[in-house]
């Protein structure tokens, strides 16, 4: 559905990336990895780490580059998966984006999570993944985050060895 009399700041759709990290914690309990925004378009909102996918950009790189950037985690390009797209028309800030979501089972949880761009994000936290619909209110999220928790989407497993779609 399009609506004439919507007006944007971009002429064409944009592309964006989310990463979802996904940790289990000491309860076996699936958390991932949220930033509340600030001083951009949905401040104040909750959101994955991610970004602007760059011109010959592959989706991993995209997605290890902006954790690179945004909390100083790194993570083998090859182990991100393909997780779900989203089509994110943003009427009140003027913006249209397709997501595309990727995830990442960081199994060792050793690295620790440093926020790298204070200026754009309040915070880092580990959720717990199963309770964000519950805890989180639909106006606190990120469009393209609450996109993908409203279609009920599930992580999948670690083990799970299904070919990468994403170029």
Known sequence: MTDSKLEFKQEHVKVGVGALVFRKDEDGKLRVLLGQRKGSHGAGKYALPGGHLEL??????????E???ECNLKFEKSK????FVSNDVMPED???????FVQYFDEDAKQEVKN?????????????????????KPES?????????????TPL???????????
Request: net charge negative.
């Open 67 to 69: 954790l690179d950037e």
């Open 80 to 83: 991100w998966k393909f997780a």
């Open 116 to 136: 790298m761009e204070p200026n754009k994000c309040e915070k880092w936290e580990w959720r717990v993944y199963e309770d964000l619909k519950d805890s989180l």
């Open 56 to 65: 010959g950009e592959s989706w991993q790189d995209c997605a290890s580059r």
């Open 141 to 153: 999220l990120f469009v393209p985050l609450k996109h993908l928790i409203d279609s009920n989407f």
């Open 157 to 167: 497993a670690p083990a799970d060895d299904r070919a990468f779609m994403g170029v």
């Open 94 to 100: 003027q913006r249209h984006y397709i997501t595309i």
